[in-house]
């Protein structure tokens, strides 16, 4: 007699198991633990097989069609899901095919498809280039992903996801003002699926026919300082009731002029003020060679008293809420917003605007283009040249640094007699 619902739930464990049956093969275990096993008998080749389909179990109401999914995943099926199974089961019985051997080969697959992730790949392409990155690099590839793409592909296998998936994450970041981040999710979104197919996870790269769905802005280059302006500066730091860490930290910005985050994660092992030199390695640089700053005797005589505040941390300018880290990339900006030289009605003077000035000056001066080009650590496009010179026009280097900040004192003395821009409250 084929079993219902109400029978099933009569059936009471005994001192030792027993069956009872339905049809077709398929039976109810009862242990004498009190569990109710589906199991389905079978024969391939003559030789009789058992296939352990689940546990019984009844429907809850209002369950979902996604809540029965989870449940029977979980190996619980109800009087009617065990009879479908069977019947399954029967069609590849008929071609040979253990019920076993099939739910391990989907076991297999569905794995292989969750390792297999978009967000799985991406993680596993961003291990591989990591070396050959920047820790802030690394971080804007890691923060832009988890922000703007994982939430929507991550979880899906790589293969399935299509232009469109990416078009419409594109789509959103460009709404909300971010074209940049936008070219550069595409950017990333390619280069992982180009990773993806070249280990066999993908067979096409969606990303790259999006090239050009993304208005491009208009680059804005960072707007350096004139000599009056430089004076200025010079003397609203003299003024600034802000941190001492951060003003010297300004100070040493236009004295170095090197990229802010080579500043702001500087430890002190990197600096010699007995030779006068800061040696940044080459994982911290953005071009990953090392580069040497000779540092003038004002920037030594600025790091001497840095050392009476943080030379007992790592850092130079370690953050005051966590010494543990850096000093965060707003803390100059929102200086120069203080002191009036950015931020709403300013000039709109940046901390990385410390380059621009020094290179458009040094120029100006006649100081020769290489070397100058040099101490700034651009790109050297003689990759065999590059890994000879970070040490390459040292002497010339050292007597620019030096003319530099002689010429910074002297164009702050000149504006000594010129009401400074005023400040904002601290």
Not at 61 to 86: C, F, I, P, V, W
Request: some cysteine; overall charge positive; hydrophobic content about 40%.
């Amino acid at each position: 007699m084929a079993l219902t619902d109400a029978s099933i739930r009569n059936k009471k464990p005994a001192e030792k198991q027993y069956k009872v049956s339905d049809a077709g093969g398929l039976y109810l275990l009862v242990k004498p633990s009190g569990a109710k096993l589906w199991r389905l008998k079978y024969r391939i080749d003559g030789k009789e097989n058992v296939f352990a389909i689940g546990e019984y179990c009844e429907a809850p109401r209002a369950e979902t069609a996604a809540d029965a999914a989870n449940r029977k995943a979980s190996g619980r099926y109800t009087l009617a899901e065990a009879r479908q199974e069977r019947e399954r089961c029967k069609g590849l019985i008929k071609h040979g095919i253990h019920p076993a051997h099939n739910r391990k080969a989907d076991a297999a697959k569905r794995s292989a498809e969750n390792a297999n992730t978009f967000e799985a790949v991406a993680r596993e392409w961003i291990a591989k280039k990591t070396p050959g990155w920047t820790a802030y690099y690394l971080r804007q590839v890691e923060r832009g992903l988890e922000a703007d793409v994982f939430p929507y592909i991550g979880s899906l296998p790589i293969r399935n996801v299509t232009a469109a998936h990416l078009l419409e994450i594109l789509g959103r970041v460009e709404g909300r003002g971010a074209e940049t981040v936008a070219l550069l999710v595409r950017q990333w979104a390619s280069a992982i699926f180009r990773y993806a197919v070249a280990t066999l996870r993908a067979d096409t790269d969606p990303a790259s026919a999006l090239k050009g769905a993304i208005h491009r802005p208009k680059i804005e280059h960072h707007k350096p300082l004139s000599r009056d302006q430089v004076g200025d500066f010079v003397k609203a730091l003299d003024s600034y009731g802000g941190y001492r860490t951060t003003v010297i930290a300004l100070r040493l910005m236009l004295l170095t002029f090197v990229r802010t985050v080579e500043l702001r994660a500087a430890h002190w092992t990197e600096i010699d003020l007995d030779r006068a030199e800061w040696r940044i390695p080459a994982e911290r640089m953005k071009m990953r060679e090392p580069h040497i700053v000779p540092l003038s005797r004002q920037a030594v005589a600025l790091l001497t008293e840095l050392q009476t505040h943080t030379g007992g941390r790592s850092f130079l300018f370690p953050n005051y809420r966590n010494p543990q880290t850096c000093m965060t990339a707003t803390t100059l900006n929102r200086a120069l917003e203080r002191m009036g030289f950015n931020g709403k009605d300013s000039i709109g003077f940046s901390a990385h605007g410390f380059r621009a000035t020094a290179s458009t000056m040094l120029n100006e001066l006649g100081f020769r283009s290489e070397v100058i080009e040099r101490q700034l650590a651009h790109a050297e496009r003689n990759k065999v040249r590059a890994s000879y010179n970070q040490g390459e026009y040292m002497e010339e280097r050292r007597a620019m640094m030096q003319q530099w900040a002689d010429m910074t004192d002297e164009m702050a003395k000149a504006r000594s007699n010129v009401t400074p821009i005023k400040q904002a409250a601290a």
